[in-house]
Nanobody
Framework: QVQLVESGGGLVQAGGSLTLSCAIS????????MSWYRQAPGKSRQFVAN???????NYKNSLEGRFTVSRDNAENTIHLQIHRLQPDDTAVYYC?????????WGQGTQVTVSS
């Protein structure tokens, strides 16, 4: 059973930056794709970004440029940098791992952006 633990959320003023982290219980080289999602209050969970084992990245169109996903294979961790935070970025941010046909989710980390 793969376990994921997100961290780094908090209360931030609009315009600020934040880096979220997702630690995974096994080697990233055994994982197909790592992704970030977010769920704002009263809304469905939405794709934010993902990163492949080779380091290729994909972003939700409207977020590219402010969001950067990266991976640290030595630490079995992925990161999500968020710049120029906006109140609409307020959400619980989740990471997801796909391994074969299985997918695993973390418990999420809350990001709250004040205006």
């Amino acid at each position: 059973q793969v376990q994921l633990v997100e961290s780094g959320g908090g209360l931030v003023q609009a315009g600020g930056s934040l880096t979220l982290s997702c630690a995974i219980s096994e080697s990233l080289t055994n994982i197909n794709v790592m992704s970030w999602y977010r769920q704002a209050p009263g809304k469905s969970r939405q794709f934010v970004a993902n990163i492949t084992p080779g380091g290729s990245t994909n972003y939700k169109n409207s977020l590219e440029g402010r969001f950067t996903v990266s991976r640290d294979n030595a630490e079995n961790t992925i990161h999500l940098q968020i710049h120029r935070l906006q109140p609409d970025d307020t959400a619980v941010y989740y990471c997801k791992a796909i391994q074969g046909v299985e997918e695993y989710w973390g418990q999420g980390t809350q990001v709250t952006v004040s205006s």
